[in-house]
């Protein structure tokens, strides 16, 4: 055990390993610095597993070594550093012994006492990089992915990533700092250590430090609205071919939600709409009282939203979504395909699960919900995919009287034909909770996103010309049915579903988008189902704008044709490419997990036509399904489905359900 004495003037502390310890402004620091140009939350000593490291965490003002600005120092002896600009406060760290070996031994001893890791574009000696002077050579090398690319690092350098472009890894998201955190070689491995302030998340845990054992994701700035990153050790063959085999069951899981079909006519075109609610996507990460919008105003509309978990008869989670408290007596408003996914109108209609669980917010953020009460549907719209829950017994299901209900203030509902474009919203729900377990079913803790109305749309079978709020904010796969409120609190709209576009060919007219366009129903439209759920609900309910809601096509594939079109790394295909089962395509440079497209020439298919897409592997197994319905018209369309293929896998099959016809895709990956 090592230990560490720091001196600031007059002050000494002193420190044993293994701990975090904090320096800054703040009051609750470890070392409490005074000097104005040091930040609140300025640098940490951390203890690594081979002695002490200070770490910058993205201070404004700097921490230098010998007039050089650092992030990070290794200390192999007395070391002094200042923290803040000219001004700044200096600090003496000394480690109480030698630290352990971290390396091998060189041939001839480096002159320099510290390895250092300096910020771009500073001036002074740089630590072990890609291109430097190698670190620890023992050890898997490294693979990053981050926004659609891939890079390949060697055993034991320091791998930078951040918004800025010197970085070995650039990440080019708002929510990530401009050197957000590294990945470094050490003896036993490699390690994440989070230089941000906004945070490193894996799953609901922030990250400061870990040792990555296993291919991680990690979300930079936000748990779930962050930026993705996936860090992969290349371990030998046989080793994660183990690996792979103990985490097939979860991975197989997982896949159901991962397959985001995104049908993109070719040469550019919208894709089909993705109804949220079963899967595992999306984030957030919004204000906690912002211009407009009080914090009074946004604690009521959090703690009145809920957590909804559809099970089976055995009690098994199915899928979840979100509601939100719309009286005292337990009305819950929420989408139909979360509630009531039976409903009439509904596109497909599925079968509604046999119970449905309300899980509460905590009034402490980090905290997820839990279920408390169980509900019923007593009224919804298919066609609006609209439907009103009540609350009928506790998490139990003891039914349970109306005035031992212990519900918080319900959200006052708004006037959605008051928005204008450029309006902002507020969306609150649960996304990124379909796959995620504990003991008590499925949890997590609410989100919040920010974004504006950027236009209104219309809607076949609905009047008006707001059948659909369509809005910039980041929404996804969980938020179903969760409120949009506007910036006196007020519920203004329902999230619904989120449409996807894509740039195919050279036309660009697609455009490109990483979150979508989210679809948020407008309250105005929930008016009718809401007062006859107050007056005790109506299950035989039908949407009255049904009749108006184009029949799909009857024997489909009599009047149209689809075939196998091969496979794309990138979405770009003419169709021109074959292949078959006793010919399969294969697709060379591929690097699993990974996102892939496998393309379909249709045509003459007619629109809302109900397909389903499949996803096996070579042995015949299925590993996910999605089901939608076709919107991009009858004439010739090279479609491309973006599949997430898991690792692991020699080749897949892509399979396109439409009516009693199966079109097999098969790839191979050489």
Request: proline residues 8%; hydrophobic residues 40%.
């Amino acid at each position: 055990m090592s230990t560490l004495h720091v001196s600031a003037g007059d002050r000494t502390w002193s420190f044993e390993e293994p701990r975090v310890v904090t320096i800054g402004r703040d009051a609750g620091s470890d070392i409490l610095l005074t000097a104005p140009s040091a930040s609140r939350r300025h640098a940490e000593l951390r203890s690594d597993g081979s002695g002490w490291v200070l770490v910058d965490v993205g201070s404004s003002g700097g921490t230098f070594l010998q007039g050089n600005r650092v992030t990070e120092v290794r200390l192999n002896g007395p070391t002094t550093v200042r923290c803040g600009g000219v001004n700044g406060e200096e600090l003496t760290l000394t480690p109480a012994v030698a630290p352990r070996p971290v390396a091998p031994a060189p041939a001839v001893p480096p002159p320099a006492a510290l390895e250092q890791t300096m910020l771009p574009g500073a001036v002074g000696p740089v630590g072990p990089g890609p291109g430097g002077a190698p670190g620890f050579g023992g050890g898997p090398g490294l693979l990053v992915r981050a926004g659609g690319t891939s890079r390949r690092f060697p055993p034991g350098v320091v791998v930078r990533i951040g918004r800025d472009p010197g970085n070995e890894v650039v990440v080019d998201d708002p929510s990530v700092s401009r050197l957000h955190g590294v990945v470094e070689g050490r003896p036993d491995g490699w390690w994440y250590v989070d230089r941000s302030s906004a945070g490193t998340f894996l799953e609901e845990d922030r990250v400061v430090q870990r040792r990555l054992e296993d291919p991680t994701t990690l979300m930079l700035g936000h748990p779930t609205a962050g930026a993705e990153v996936e860090v992969v050790p290349i371990v030998a063959a046989g080793a994660a071919q183990k690996s792979i085999a103990k985490k097939k069951r979860r991975r197989t899981a997982t896949l159901v939600g991962g397959i985001v079909a995104a049908l993109v006519l070719a040469g550019g075109g919208v894709t089909a709409a993705i109804v949220l609610g079963d899967d595992d996507s999306g984030g957030g990460g919004g204000p906690s009282g912002t211009a407009g919008l009080s914090t009074q105003e946004l604690d009521r509309a959090k703690l009145a939203s809920v957590l909804i978990i559809a099970v089976d008869d055995s009690g098994e989670p199915l899928y979840t979504g979100s509601g939100t408290i719309i009286s005292e007596d337990g009305l819950i408003l929420t989408n139909a395909h979360v509630g009531k996914p039976s409903a009439p109108g509904q596109l497909p209609p599925a079968e509604d699960p046999a119970g449905l669980l309300v899980a509460l917010t905590s009034a402490e953020d980090d905290k997820p919900a839990a279920p408390s009460y169980t509900a019923e549907a007593i009224i919804a719209d298919g066609v609006l995919d609209l439907a009103v829950l009540r609350i009928a017994a506790d998490a139990d299901g003891k039914e349970i009287d109306e005035k031992d209900l212990d519900l918080p203030t319900p959200v006052p509902l708004g006037d959605s034909d008051d928005l204008r474009t450029g309006d902002e919203l507020t969306a609150l729900g649960f996304p990124a909770v379909a796959h995620v377990a504990s003991g008590d079913g499925l949890d997590r803790a609410l989100t919040v996103t920010r974004g504006v109305v950027s236009t209104f749309l219309t809607e076949t079978a609905v009047p008006g010309n707001r059948a659909w709020i369509d809005s910039d904010i980041r929404i996804g796969s969980g938020n179903s049915g969760g409120a949009s409120i506007n910036d006196d609190g007020e519920l203004v709209g329902v999230n619904s579903a989120v449409v996807t576009e894509s740039t195919i060919g050279d036309s660009g007219e697609g455009g490109a988008f990483t979150g979508g366009s989210a679809r948020i129903r407008p309250v105005n439209l929930t008016g009718d189902i809401i007062d006859i759920a107050k007056d005790g609900g109506d299950p035989d309910y039908v949407s009255p704008y049904l009749d108006d809601v184009p029949e799909p096509p009857t024997d489909p594939m009599g009047q149209a044709t689809a075939s196998p079109a091969g496979w794309s790394s990138d979405g770009n295909s003419d169709c021109s490419t074959t292949s078959t089962m006793d010919d399969p395509q294969v697709l060379s440079g591929v690097v699993l997990p990974a996102t892939l497209y496998a393309h379909f020439a249709v045509t003459g298919l007619p629109d809302g036509t109900p397909f389903t897409i499949e996803l096996y592997n070579p042995d015949g197994e299925l590993l996910g399904s999605l089901d939608g319905a076709w919107d991009l018209g009858s004439d010739d369309v090279c479609a491309a489905v973006s599949l997430d293929v898991p690792e692991g896998l020699a080749g897949a099959i892509a399979v396109l359900v439409i009516d009693d016809s199966s079109i097999r895709n098969p790839v191979l990956f050489g």
